[in-house]
């Protein structure tokens, strides 16, 4: 069997006999040293193999093991528009030619081989495809950004599939001591078509990162840009969190638009909701969200979060909701966790209690304040300062 890999270059595949072991390599070879080759490999009928001197096969055409070539047949393996290549049928001296019988049952094998090799490498083109394009989609790897310690978790709705309508992205600041943007949105809609959107979305932010100092403004400008989008008439919520580091504390500005209230976890174990309200972003003609400000102190922790959470059905009858009351249960029990270890905890919690049921996206983003190091600590293997 020979595909082409290029100018001059060719995979050759051979076997002494039927369901014996093959042997693959790449050459660059001349198909016009076979009689019939070059026309099979751009899809032209084979030549007859009464009309191919079996004296003219070239050494690497002929498998080892083989001995001295009484008879050789040609055809063309038919793909989606374009050749997917050429068989090559070889017999030994002495035992007799090919007859019409073997071609007609050769061009019938290689018609149905060269489809399935086609869709085969269409199937590849498009896998490979859908995996360049799914790593923009997939949410990012976190962890600490100027002192301080980021951590996020993304669950989807299918349990085939790697991405939907929820997000996370955390953006450093141009300078040191400059804000960070942390952002988590909840685009409507599952799937692909979600994920599609979602993809816009974050490279819209990404664009908008010049205005991070004016939260309203950045919602301002995308609420504008999913309105005039007519070919995707969907809407987005969000929560921006400005976050820079002042000494051991880390200072927040949290913005919501339609979006839960994220979660302050204080050292003590209380759990406060953030007061920062808004509307949805791409609905009404403009975005209205005010926006709160807060410090958090060494240990303590920011949880943002997507409703996929709270709205997850599960219990005894698989109907109840997990809601808020039972999230800040567990948010109080991560007091003075690691972010890695609340976003972990939360999500361990929330998958347990909606089983096998379906739910929606799940999303969670933790932003903590390290803890300061013990007075008597010493740098050295395994220890040191935050």
């Not at 006999?17 to 693959?24: I, M, Q």
């Not at 078509?193 to 664009?207: C, D, M, P």
């Not at 200072?251 to 909701?273: F, K, Q, S, W």
């Amino acid at each position: 069997m020979i595909t082409s890999e290029g100018r001059e270059q060719f995979r050759v595949a051979t076997a002494v006999r039927a369901g014996g072991p093959a042997r693959g390599m790449s050459l660059r070879v001349d198909p016009d040293q076979v009689p019939g080759m070059a026309e099979a490999l751009r899809g032209f009928p084979p030549v007859p193999s009464r009309r191919i001197d079996p004296a003219v096969a070239p050494d690497w055409l002929v498998p080892a093991g083989l001995g001295e070539v009484g008879s050789i047949v040609v055809a063309s393996l038919p793909g989606h528009g374009v050749p997917a290549g050429a068989l090559v049928l070889l017999r030994r001296a002495g035992t007799g030619p090919f007859g019409e019988d073997d071609e007609v049952t050769l061009r019938e094998f290689a018609g149905r081989a060269g489809f399935a090799m086609s869709a085969a490498r269409t199937f590849a083109q498009q896998a490979s495809i859908t995996e360049t394009l799914m790593r923009d989609l997939l949410p990012p790897t976190l962890q600490q950004v100027a002192g301080i310690d980021f951590a996020g978790g993304y669950r989807p709705a299918q349990d085939h599939g790697r991405v939907g309508g929820d997000f996370y992205d955390v953006h450093p600041g141009a300078g040191d001591g400059e804000e960070i943007l942390a952002v988590l949105g909840d685009v409507c809609g599952k799937g692909l078509e979600a994920a599609v959107l979602t993809g816009k979305i974050r490279s819209a932010l990404q664009v908008l990162l010049p205005l991070a100092g004016d939260h309203q403004r950045m919602l301002t400008l995308l609420n504008g840009a999913l309105l005039t989008d007519a070919a995707d008439a969907r809407f987005v919520t969000l929560v921006l969190a400005s976050v820079t580091r002042r000494g051991p504390r880390v200072a927040l500005r949290l913005t919501c638009a339609g979006h839960p209230a994220p979660l302050l976890i204080r050292a003590d174990g209380r759990v406060e909701e953030a007061a920062t309200r808004g509307t949805l972003v791409g609905v009404l003609p403009s975005a209205e969200a005010t926006t709160v400000e807060t410090v958090l102190a060494p240990g303590e922790t920011c949880l943002l979060y997507t409703d996929g959470i709270t709205e997850a059905h599960g219990g005894a009858l698989g109907r109840d909701l997990f809601g808020e009351e039972r999230l800040h249960r567990v948010a109080a029990e991560c007091a003075g966790l690691p972010a890695e270890a609340v976003v972990e905890r939360v999500q361990m919690v929330a998958a347990e209690w909606a089983g096998s049921n379906s739910h929606d996206d799940m999303a969670v983003l933790a932003i903590t304040a390290p803890r300061e190091p013990r007075p008597d600590a010493v740098d050295g293997p395994g220890r040191g300062t935050a």
